[in-house]
């Protein structure tokens, strides 16, 4: 019997408005119809590869992350130690399109949560979730893409435990909540009471700023700690804390903390892409709970 593999699962939350049945599926197959590589980091891109209806208003494919080589820079002789002569580098001949180091790493869009759910670390190599994040943000900020939607808004859901480590500091001197418009499915009766404050004024963003008296710390209310929750999905909380006496302070924000979950899977069982869809439903099921 083989050992349990594990991945790690990530998830973005999507939002176009207005956003009729199917509309992000059709984000998605114009997106790709681009076959748009965007850089991400240093010379490492992404480009979406073709995926398939998995179902359940499902769909499955792959990001692939490769390099891509700057022909103007010159080549390296690691047995001279030295740059590599005309003599050296005569004969390489790379197709065009062809590039080296290439990895897949599996997504599923589920439709009514409007959430993509992607592999951030499979194997023996890695995406962060801010790296997809930059991906999505760029490609669906092309303007074919703009002009069809308008804009797409994308977060990284955040960890709910780092939100509550947040909100259970013990002397929270400012709190900053950021909440940018959510899908109304995902509402309850407080995000209604929000969504319809956003639509009186006219405005797509909102921000709170709750800052204590001096030498003392803030703490919460229920609504409060209601409006952070949006948070998680649909914006971003943070605090600056330290001790009531004016000492130290830092800064602590759920945007550098990406909710991220393992999977472990049997790879004589489950192939790879049913061992990640098995763990994709198991995080949107866990975010869906984030929303009670």
């Not at 973005?12 to 997106?31: C, T």
């Not at 179902?55 to 030295?82: C, H, K, Q």
């Not at 963003?205 to 229920?222: I, K």
């Not at 892409?273 to 099921?285: I, P, S, T, W």
Request: glycine letters at 6%.
């Amino acid at each position: 019997m083989a050992r349990p593999r594990t991945i790690y699962i990530a998830a973005a939350n999507i939002k176009v408005h207005p956003h009729p049945p199917g509309v992000y599926l059709q984000l998605l197959k114009d997106a790709f119809a681009l076959k748009r590589p965007i850089q991400c980091r240093g010379d490492q891109h992404l480009i979406m590869r073709p995926f398939q209806d998995a179902g359940e208003n499902m769909i499955v494919g792959s990001l692939a992350r490769f390099t891509e080589i700057d022909p103007y820079l010159a080549w390296f002789n690691s047995e001279t130690l030295d740059m590599a002569d005309e003599e050296n580098v005569k004969n390489i001949r790379i197709p065009e399109g062809v590039h080296p180091n290439y990895v897949p790493f599996f997504f599923a869009l589920f439709e009514k949560q409007h959430l993509l759910v992607f592999e951030t670390k499979s194997k023996d190599t890695s995406i962060s979730p801010n790296m997809v994040e930059r991906f999505l943000n760029e490609l669906f900020g092309q303007p074919e893409i703009v002009k069809a939607y308008g804009q797409v808004d994308v977060t990284i859901v955040a960890d709910i435990n780092k939100l509550e480590e947040i909100l259970g500091s013990k002397a929270i001197r400012k709190l900053i909540i950021k909440i940018r418009r959510p899908n109304p499915e995902t509402l309850n009766v407080f995000r209604d009471k929000f969504m319809e404050r956003l639509h009186a004024n006219n405005v797509i963003s909102l921000e709170q700023t709750y800052v204590a008296p001096m030498g003392e710390s803030l703490t919460p209310d229920d609504e409060t700690n209601l409006f952070a929750r949006m948070a998680l999905t649909d914006g971003e909380v943070t605090a600056i804390v330290g001790d009531t006496s004016g000492g130290p302070v830092a800064k602590r924000s759920t945007a550098s903390h990406s909710l991220i979950k393992p999977h472990a899977y049997d790879p004589d069982a489950l192939t790879e892409q049913q061992g990640f869809l098995h763990g994709a439903r198991e995080l949107v099921q866990i975010i869906g709970r984030y929303l009670a």
